[in-house]
């Protein structure tokens, strides 16, 4: 839309200029001689072409508001301007809160904050606006201050939809305190008991981590909607408490609760996170009951769920069935190959996208160089790293550069890999210089992992995984004293190794295991099996790793307590309960240690038995002995 005036006004450009300007005044607008909107200028834009000649602000203002796309921040200039020739800009009133939320939406909270300001007579809607605008951008800080200014100068009480307002701010910003206040203040004015108002103090308490009061609030909502479990189900998933999104989704079908689209993505998310995929067909069938089959957004993060469950082919089929998968869905299959260590099969759909005419971008890129440094395909990555920038135009970023020093470093490649951080055209990162140190321990490069070491010390001081891979270095190479001086350097600095976790899926629930766990109620049964498992592996072969275990105690001390990893024990209980040819699933929290991945191995031999262990890097597929990462991981 265009304004256009008589040729001895000003412009309309004039107008914009002066609205530009940071803290004009928009009431001197009212003392510009008249502009005219002339219908061929109202003609040329879509949103326009319904109004009149001469339209009558009042009533074409509310009907133009909403048809504002977002690119033309002018629109909303022009109806502002409108407003003020209008001659009645004292009586802002409804026309003055849309503004502010229409300037706002467009990036101009300058804009917004003074035309607010000049709202002579605000009501609780225009302060509620204001408070809404903060909140969207996450300025709790503004928020509480507007909040305040309400009450003490207009002397306002804030009503359901101030509340639900002000909370998501202090859900943004963790802000556990104002949330707190917020609660107390609803209960203060009756609200406690408002769906609306309950929902978002649910979802508050989640976002800043206190998931028990969240749970206290759902349990004695008098009534629970679908918004009340999503947001539970969402908090618990983002917490890291899958098991209880998982009982909450059981819950909720059994309280005949129909689960929507956002229940069932984040739920999904929760089952990639905890591989357990017997959820993810549960929920697969609701999918298919429910008609959202046709989602594409549910079916990427089903592809997803069973990729990261271990069964990549039933995430094949998920996908084959999509009609017109989009860019995301196809990056998931992509990445379902990488972690899986199938390379070629991650090229072949990377190529097979290309065909579709679909454009790559940074994360297809990530995926591709990762499937070839999982499966060590050096000329393949070299080959695509090179054509990301001149085929494809995509620059390499600093995740490209880490995924090469992998690739080139874990197949021995250390100096070329050394040659390529060197040549950077952006500064390494811990990420680039991670995965040096990571190829420095597979292939037992002690003088230059401690260089890399030193550096990662200085960038992230505060990571103890670099720590411990250097202590682990030095303790396999039988240097005790420099491990016990990295050990110490760790301690000084108060990091603590976070304690290695391992999940297995059973009878519709997740048991989770941590290091010579006594608390399943299955214990004895399943340290029993264990026991007896290394009795007959140690007879094949298997030598424990003891060299892994990093205090200087004697031999069969450190044997009992590596024998007791939690990746063995959730082996053992896999064994117990699995039934006749199915393989066992397992998840752990951290990278897989040497020892639990050679006993893995032979325990796959003995056992006749697939077993499938998804570390924090990839997948282990052990069978008759052997594992699909070829000991590269
Ligand atoms: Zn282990
Ligand atoms: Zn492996």
């Known amino acids: ?34 502009f005219v909107i002339t219908r061929r200028s109202l003609c040329s834009t879509p949103s326009a072409t319904c109004f009149p000649r001469f339209p009558n602000p009042t009533s074409v203002v509310p009907r133009l508001l909403p048809a504002v796309s977002p690119s033309s921040i002018s629109h909303c200039q022009i109806i502002h301007s409108w407003k003020i020739k209008s001659g009645n800009y004292g009586d802002l009133g409804f026309f003055g809160d849309r503004l502010v939320v229409a300037y706002a939406k467009f990036g101009r909270l300058d804009y ?8 002579p007579h605000k009501d609780l809607v225009s302060w509620n606006s204001m408070i809404s605008v903060f909140s969207q951008r996450g300025s709790l800080r503004d928020n509480l201050d507007i909040l305040r200014r309400m009450r003490s100068e207009a002397g306002l009480v804030p009503n359901v939809v101030t509340l639900i307002s002000v909370l998501p701010a202090c ?16 209960v203060k004015l009756g609200f406690w008991s408002e769906t609306k108002v309950v929902n978002s103090l649910i979802n508050m308490y989640g976002k800043c981590g206190s998931v028990h009061a969240a749970c206290r609030l759902f349990q004695a909502m008098p009534s629970k909607t679908l918004v009340s479990w ?87 089929d998920v996908f084959h069935e999509l009609k017109t998968p989009d860019m995301i869905a196809w990056t998931a299959m992509l990445a379902g190959y990488a972690t899986h260590g199938h390379g070629k099969e991650a090229i072949t759909i990377f190529n097979l996208m290309i065909k579709e005419g679909l454009k790559p971008d940074h994360v297809t890129f990530t995926h591709v160089l990762s499937a070839c440094s999982h499966s060590g395909l050096v000329s393949e990555g070299k080959k695509y ?143 029993a099996r264990l026991e007896e498992l290394i009795e007959k592996i140690c007879q094949i072969g298997f030598v424990p790793k003891t060299e892994l275990v990093l205090h200087d105690v004697d031999e069969e001390v450190k044997e009992g307590m590596i024998n007791k990893h939690s990746e063995k024990l959730a082996i053992a209980f896999g ?8 393989p ?39 069978a008759d002995g052997f594992c699909s990462c070829g000991d590269y991981w």
């Open 171 to 186: 859900a943004a910003a963790q802000a556990l305190d104002a949330g707190e206040f917020i609660h107390g203040y609803a």
């Open 112 to 119: 917004a904050l003074n035309l607010f300001e000049e709202i």
């Open 1 to 34: 839309m265009m304004v256009t005036a008589a040729s001895s006004f000003p412009s309309f450009c004039f107008v914009s200029r002066l609205l530009k300007q940071k803290h004009v005044d928009l009431k001197f607008l009212v003392l510009l001689p008249n």
């Open 385 to 527: 790293f090179e054509a990301m920038s001149n085929v494809y135009g995509v620059e390499p970023r600093v995740d490209h550069y880490s995924c090469m020093v992998d690739l080139l470093g874990r197949s021995g490649l250390l100096e070329e890999a050394c040659e390529l951080i060197q040549s950077m055209p952006i500064n390494p990162n811990a990420a680039v210089w991670g995965a040096l140190l990571g190829a420095c321990r597979i292939h037992n490069n002690i003088e230059l992992g401690k260089e890399v070491a030193e550096r990662l010390f200085e960038i992230d001081p505060l990571d103890p995984r670099n720590y411990i891979i250097l202590s682990n270095m030095y303790s396999a190479a039988g240097l005790w004293t420099d491990a016990s001086r990295v050990r110490a350097l760790m301690k000084d600095k108060g990091l603590k190794k976070s304690p290695a976790c391992s999940f297995i899926e059973h009878g519709n629930k997740i048991h989770r295991f941590v290091v010579d766990d006594c608390s399943h109620p299955e214990s004895e049964k399943i340290h």
């Open 575 to 582: 064994l117990l309960v699995k039934s006749e040819g199915m």
């Open 584 to 622: 066992i699933m397992i998840t752990n929290n951290l990278r897989i240690c040497g020892d639990c991945h050679s006993a893995a191995k032979f325990m796959s031999l003995i056992e006749k038995c697939v077993i499938v262990i998804r570390d924090s890097k990839r997948f282990h597929h052990f």
């Open 230 to 316: 999503n947001t539970m189900v969402m908090i618990h998933a983002q917490n890291g408490f899958v098991e209880g999104a998982i009982d909450l989704f059981n819950s909720m079908r059994r309280a005949s609760i129909k689960p929507d689209r956002v229940t069932v993505v984040a739920l999904l998310q929760s089952c990639a996170d905890l591989a357990a995929e017997r959820t993810a067909k549960a929920i697969h069938g609701c999918i298919m009951t429910s008609g959202f089959n046709s989602d594409v957004a549910i079916t990427t993060a089903l592809i997803i769920a069973y990729a990261k469950s271990g069964k990549l082919d039933v995430s094949h």
